[in-house]
């Protein structure tokens, strides 16, 4: 059955919906069938979809994050992008504040209300709207808000303090596998503009003033740099929107991005976070790799990555091994580009692109006795996939699974033109992610498949993150450097009666093997730190 990305692409997703029970809502088939409606005469940073809805849809993207944070001012992007809607805006006589905003969008609905996502290197703003009432959300809200921002001094303040007890009390004690999964996102990145967190850090915080607002803003927010996606193909509608966004900007835009730099990583380091009474532990691995999307083996990694530990998902090799089979935890998944929005998004929300992207396990926590013996497993578990790969039979099983994540990340028209967004951050506009997925998915083989793994995975260089209670860091780190005290659950714990059926015969055989392996963690590269001490600065205490 041949396959293309725009004339019969259809055909391929009827074949799905056999396979899989599925039906398409209207905004999939459109986007299936057709693919993006963008008009040709539309500039290069502006994509439309056609949709019957009475609301339009608008996501608009500015191309620079917490990366253009300025030194020692880590969390710049962040407050800003928060300022931008609760900040105040308009007449300064008459300024639209957090509370007016709200009073002018609610006759509109919920989600007329601006939202705001910042990352590392790009701010995105969305908002839905009814077709008849959004000249006049133009005038009273997005004109305004993009053009004459305010800054008031008293809503920086509240925003600051909302922010800073967003780190020093939500994140780094009432969020545990946030905090090991962003400090994670830290720590590979480390020693680069991408490593510290996307709202910044509690020194950065501190120090960005009202003047530094403004900077950003002016230097960063300029409509000639900003992508926008919009489910609007009116023309004259479509000049409304463009007419609101900024003009002003202090560059050329590719001049004022910043980088990426791939750090560099030797030999096996870990850092331990502690909070004071966690009942479990998390793990984490990671290490940076050079593929994003729209690299040639971005595809390749992603079905092999769906074998390997699909997110949320128990047709991962690592859910089954550590999960289903042995009932350590709740769940365990790789990674080939940061996924935001763990542990709660059961599928990668779109507006999160990234030029230094990096492969992760996450390893959610399990009791603290076993933290060494699973350490070792998941490592196991990785090694083993290098060496020997996938086989056709377990490529076409992961293909097949990996063509049914269409159905989930094109659910909606908020998430098509969010990855619309993205397609213009990775010079993909006219070869789409979700457009192109199931053709690029479908054309691969094994041979690919494996190439790919070989190429980028590997566990000579890897960064290790766990979050464990106070009370257990100590010793852990010393049982990981000497290589003791490794502990699994005995028969009995695995509810195995004796004599053992050959296939726990096989599963304890196995735990034999990740007892044995060998992590090869120097105990002088292991950093035991605080909860509390993590996000201060840029900086992690005792990691050089």
């Given amino acids: 059955m041949k396959k293309t990305v725009h004339g019969t692409q259809y055909s391929v997703l009827s074949f799905l919906l056999v396979l899989v029970g599925v039906t398409l809502s209207p905004a999939q088939q459109a986007l299936t069938k057709h693919g993006p409606a963008a008009a040709p005469e539309l500039p290069a940073n502006v994509v439309t979809l056609a949709s019957p809805s009475p609301l339009y849809e608008v996501q608009i993207m500015v191309r620079a994050g917490s990366a253009e944070d300025p030194r020692g001012k880590q969390g710049t992007a962040s407050l800003l992008g928060r300022m931008m809607l609760e900040g105040g805006f308009g007449d300064p006589k008459y300024p639209v504040t957090k509370e007016k905003l709200a009073e002018i969008t609610r006759p509109w609905g919920e989600a007329a209300y601006p939202q705001v996502r910042v990352e590392k290197e790009t701010t995105t703003f969305s908002m839905t709207v009814p077709r008849d009432a959004f000249p006049q959300f133009v005038a009273r809200v997005l004109k305004p808000m993009f053009t004459q921002p305010l800054f008031l001094q008293a809503e920086l303040e509240r925003i600051r303090k909302e922010a800073l007890v967003g780190i020093r009390s939500n994140l780094r004690f009432e969020q545990q596998e946030q905090l090991g999964l962003l400090a994670l996102d830290d720590y590979v990145l480390q020693g680069t503009a991408f490593g510290h967190l996307a709202q910044g850090t509690v020194e950065g915080l501190q120090a960005v003033t009202r ?142 692109p990234r030029d230094q992207q990096y492969f992760s396990m996450w390893i959610r926590p399990v009791g603290h006795p076993y933290a060494h013996f699973i350490l070792k497993a998941m490592t196991w578990e990785l090694d083993n996939f290098i060496k020997n790969g996938m086989t056709r039979e377990q490529v076409e099983a992961a293909k097949q699974k990996a063509r049914t994540l269409y159905l989930n990340y094109a659910d909606s028209k908020g998430r098509q033109l969010g990855y619309r967004l993205d397609d213009m951050f990775y010079g993909m506009k006219d070869h789409a992610y979700l457009v192109d997925m199931l053709a690029n998915i479908d054309r691969l083989t094994a041979e690919q498949v494996n190439a790919a793994i070989k190429k ?56 034999e093997e990740w007892k044995a392996y060998k992590l090869k963690i120097p105990r002088e590269n292991i950093t035991i730190v605080k909860a509390e001490q993590m996000f201060e600065s840029s900086a992690i205490p005792g990691v050089k």
Avoid: C
């Fill in 211 to 352: 003047d530094d607002l403004q900077a950003y803003y002016k230097q960063n927010y300029h409509a000639p740099d900003m992508f926008v996606a919009a489910s609007i193909t009116d023309p004259g509608t479509l000049k409304l929107l463009l007419s609101s966004l900024p003009t002003s900007a202090g560059g050329p835009p590719e001049s004022r991005r910043t980088k990426a730099t791939t750090p560099t990583l030797t030999g096996h380091r870990l850092l331990i976070i502690t909070q004071p009474n966690a009942i479990a532990t998390g793990l984490h691995l990671g290490f940076p790799i050079p593929v994003r999307r729209g690299d040639p083996d971005y595809w390749p990694l992603f079905v092999a990555n769906v074998f390997l530990g699909v997110h949320r998902d128990s047709f991962g090799r690592l859910y089954k091994d550590i999960r289903e089979e042995r009932g350590y935890n709740y769940g365990d998944y790789s990674y080939i580009e940061y996924y935001a929005a763990r542990p709660y998004a059961l599928f990668p929300p779109p507006g999160t």
């Fill in 456 to 511: 980028y995975l590997q566990v000579a260089n890897l960064k290790y993150l766990i979050v464990t209670s106070e009370s257990m860091a100590q010793k852990l780190a010393d049982d990981i450097a000497t290589d003791s005290n490794v502990q699994s659950k005995t028969p009995a714990e695995y509810h195995i009666s004796e004599p053992a059926p050959p296939e726990k015969q096989k599963m304890l055989a196995q735990d």
